[in-house]
């Protein structure tokens, strides 16, 4: 799992160095400085676990909590990279469980892709695609 994890962090960066150099434009737009245009949000939830079937135990016995964090740079108005943790205890007939979700993802703003960039924007239309994994420790 460390030489995934190593690795994973290695493309990351390869890929970070590679969009920060000035001469990679995307529609007439320079590339922005390794410290500009950084997002970061905190969430959290609920959980539900269905993995054993919907009508098995009591209902309320299949709920958990959940925590997150994302870091996302924006290499331009259109591309970004979104590095996000997931955290928290699913509960299945009320046997606890810890799960931890780390994964990584390419971002592209639809919005400034198609219409073009503009500082009055409210709401942005954004498709991603990435990789990570879901360790789940489950006790039996």
Do not use: C
């Not at 959290?44 to 269905?50: D, I, K, L, R, V």
């Not at 054993?52 to 209902?59: A, V």
């Not at 964090?69 to 591309?79: I, L, M, S, Y």
């Amino acid at each position: 799992m460390k030489k995934i994890f190593s690795i994973l962090m290695v493309a990351m960066m390869a890929i970070g160095s590679v969009m920060a150099q000035d001469k990679l434009k995307f529609e007439n737009v320079l590339n922005n400085r390794f410290g500009d245009n950084w997002e970061v949000s905190l969430g959290g939830g609920h959980t539900f676990s269905a993995y054993d079937g919907w009508g098995q135990g009591p209902f309320m016995d299949n709920f958990g909590w959940n925590v997150e964090a994302t870091a996302t740079k924006w290499f331009n108005p259109v591309v970004g990279m979104r590095l996000q943790v997931a955290s928290g205890q699913m509960e299945a007939h009320a046997e606890k469980s810890w799960m931890i979700t780390p994964h990584a993802d390419v971002v592209l703003n639809l919005s400034n892709w198609i219409g073009g960039y503009r500082e009055d924007r409210v709401y942005y239309a954004k498709v991603f695609a990435g990789t990570g994994m879901h360790v789940v420790d489950v006790n039996n």
